[in-house]
């Protein structure tokens, strides 16, 4: 069922310093921010030869990634995705597994217009894992 890795998100408490890291000290390849208030986030990607990493920015009061950044306030990685090739089909099998699905356990639409669907990181081993249809 998992494909590749499609990113590896970080969250960090200033975009723009961040950013500057990735590109100035990294030698990085980053792209413009782009702010996506559906999912409460300002993100910057990190194109690397086999992946990416996204770097995410709180944006608006209720941003999810809030409470991640006032346990971590220096920042750190949030999650990883990986791309499947049937969502729905992964979505069942996950549900089937005992699995739980953040949210109403249904599909969203995730930073790439493709749907996505967030895994308990408790079911994880501590990681929240997203899975996006490829
Ligand atoms: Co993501």
């Keep these: 069922m998992l494909g590749r890795l499609n990113h590896v998100a970080l969250a960090v408490p200033d975009l723009a310093a961040a950013t500057a890291l990735y590109r100035d000290t990294l030698g990085g390849d980053v792209s ?37 950044l006032e346990k971590n306030p220096s920042g750190g990685m949030h999650h990883v995705c990986y791309e499947v090739d049937d969502i729905i089909a992964a979505r069942d099998r996950m549900k089937a597994s005992g699995a739980r699905i953040l949210g109403d356990g249904e599909l969203k639409i995730g930073a790439h217009g493709k749907p996505v669907l967030f895994l308990h990181p408790k079911d994880f081993m501590g990681t929240l894992i997203e899975l996006e249809q490829s």
């Design 32 to 68: 413009e921010p782009q702010a996506l208030p559906e999912h409460g986030v300002t993100v910057v990607f990190v194109n690397v030869d086999n992946t990416k990493i996204e770097l995410m920015e709180p944006l608006g009061e209720d941003s999810t990634i809030r409470p991640f």
